[in-house]
């Protein structure tokens, strides 16, 4: 059995293998990094931001992203505990999927499909650059994953999925760092609940491979 006193220097050591620096909590316009540009008045939705479609927008395609690599889990053998996990992400994020693709078409603005089969394909390159958005896969990191199997996938969907919230946190950080971005309050909300959902699953995934490290490790 793996010491309880053990986990946290194991979760520690997994933050500087991921990379993660650390959330930082989002505050409002804290260094204006463009004009606020009002958007589309004529459609009745005044007091959104250029960045604030960004946003919404970008995130449809980060979730989509997501929604493929958790769909992944039952057939690439990953265990019971990544399963459960997986299957709270795919629900969550089509919620919200849906949600910013009503914002964006009550405001006559582009609507991203956010259909998941558009994201990758074996065998094809898919990802669009300007689908991109960062903590995002390449689609050599996608096939990477896709290959894996069991434990290998266990763990390295660990590993990107970690890298791919991070992403979410760093576009919420962007958003609210625009002047007047995030200040609406539908964008708020949703830019807020996205920044505390993938915190706290980011510390969760980092104890979870810590945990399969650490149990690797011990077989050996």
């Known amino acids: 059995m793996t010491p309880l006193r053990a986990l946290p220097v194991l979760v520690a050591l997994v933050a500087g293998i991921t990379g993660r620096a650390g959330a930082q909590v989002p505050t409002a316009a804290a260094t204006p990094a463009s004009s ?13 931001t250029a960045a604030d479609v960004h946003f919404m ?5 980060h979730h989509a992203q997501a929604i493929v690599m958790a769909g992944w889990a039952p ?9 459960a996990l997986c299957e709270r992400i795919v629900v969550g994020q089509r919620d919200e999927i849906v949600l910013m693709q009503h914002w964006l078409g009550d405001r006559h603005e582009a609507v991203p499909s956010g259909d998941p089969s558009h994201v990758y394909m074996r065998g094809m390159s898919m990802m669009d650059p300007s689908m991109m958005m960062p903590g995002m896969l ?7 994953l896709d290959s894996a199997r069991g434990p290998t996938f266990d763990q390295l969907f660990l590993r990107f999925m970690i890298q791919h919230h991070e992403g979410a946190i760093t576009m919420v950080n962007e958003l609210f760092a625009s002047q007047g971005g995030g200040e609406e ?15 706290t699953e980011i510390d969760r995934m980092q104890k979870m491979l810590a945990a399969l490290m650490f149990g690797a490790n011990n077989s050996q």
């Not at 606020?36 to 959104?48: C, K, L, M, Q």
């Not at 690439?76 to 505990?81: D, F, K, L, S």
């Open 185 to 199: 309050d539908n964008v708020y909300r949703m830019a807020a609940n996205v920044f505390a959902d993938q915190t």
């Open 138 to 144: 390449t689609d050599q990191q996608m096939a990477q």
């Open 36 to 48: 606020p540009v009002t958007v589309r008045p004529d459609t009745g939705h005044v007091g959104y």
């Open 75 to 83: 057939d690439h053998g990953a265990n019971q505990e990544i399963r």
């Open 57 to 61: 927008s970008g995130m449809i395609h």
